[in-house]
């Protein structure tokens, strides 16, 4: 296991609500925008390179955010930051007034080769955040069932990670991250090792999750229509030191499917983000 997902596991603490319940909240009405996690004051600095300067942000509750910047403006560092995984110089997160430690956060890395513990069966995999904060064996393997059917996963669990396909692989990661029930999903490039296939099957299942449980999700993508097509908000950030450019309203209705791409409102979002992006990476 690399040390990032060794730090991630640690971070995992025990809660004092070992596994809650079944019934999740549905998601809220668009129009309640509220923030959920709260950034004020970032600063981070790699040698003498300033990746950001007192840096704000609120990330909305229960909508699905993408974020979407140039290779290198810090779009990784910045969900490693937030979930602990890499120290700030200075700066504060909260999660609707709580701490990092008081949340329940999922992570999906963008490498999922080295996301998964190669020593576990696929099950044992998904089942080890349960595990780590207390949770009953049979518990935790009935929220693996659940999760299974959520997903339609018709692949054996019992297999090990280097058994499976690239897809099949993300997918167990998504699982896990999902699995202790988060408050906050991040998934950082989550598609971008896919085939466009399983890249479609795994968004489908991703935004139907997102619909029953209204979980609060962030997504950094490097594809614009995947951003677009994603999102309730795209976070358009500019080149280093990171700032938004502007948070850009995507107002499309859910499901969204194939035919949401060629959709006049979609292609005029696209086509707006595209403008903000071209001028900022130019500026
Ligand atoms: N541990 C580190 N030490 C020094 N510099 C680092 C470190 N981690 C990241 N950086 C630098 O910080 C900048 C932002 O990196 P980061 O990986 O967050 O960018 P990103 O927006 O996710 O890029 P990409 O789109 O390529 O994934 C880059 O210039 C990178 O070289
Ligand atoms: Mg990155």
């Known amino acids: 296991m690399n040390p990032v997902n060794e730090t991630l596991a640690m971070n995992a603490v025990p809660t004092p609500l070992a596994f809650p319940p079944a019934n999740e909240p549905a998601a809220p009405e668009p129009s309640a925008r509220k923030a959920h996690v709260t950034i004020r004051g970032l600063t981070k600095r790699f040698g003498d390179q300033s990746l950001y300067e007192n840096f704000d942000l609120d990330l909305p509750r229960g909508r699905v955010v993408t974020f979407f910047g140039p290779n290198g403006c810090g779009k990784s560092t910045l969900i490693n930051m937030i979930c602990g ?157 990171t700032r938004v450019a502007e948070v850009v309203d995507v107002g499309l209705a859910r499901p969204r499917g194939v035919q949401t791409l060629s959709q006049p409102d979609f292609v005029r979002t696209r086509a707006h983000c595209l403008e903000v992006f071209q001028r900022e990476v130019r500026r």
């Open 85 to 241: 995984l890499i120290p700030m110089d200075a700066g504060e997160v909260l999660f609707d007034g709580k701490t990092r430690e008081e949340t329940t956060i999922g992570y999906v890395f963008q490498n999922y080769r080295d996301a998964l513990f190669p020593w576990k069966k696929a099950a044992d995999n998904i089942q080890y955040p349960l595990r780590l904060r207390g949770v009953p064996k049979a518990d935790a393997r009935r929220r693996v069932e659940e999760l299974v059917a959520e997903f339609e996963v018709k692949f054996d669990l019992n297999r090990y990670p280097w058994e499976l396909s690239g897809g099949q692989q993300q997918l167990v990661s998504i699982m896990r991250a999902l699995a202790p029930r988060p408050e906050v999903v991040f998934l950082d490039e989550p598609f971008s090792a896919l085939d466009y296939e399983a890249t479609l099957s795994i968004r489908e299942r991703l935004q139907a999750t997102f619909m029953r449980s209204g979980v609060t999700t962030v997504i950094v993508s490097h594809d614009l229509e995947e951003a677009v097509y994603l999102a309730d908000e795209v976070f358009l950030l500019t080149k280093r030191p």
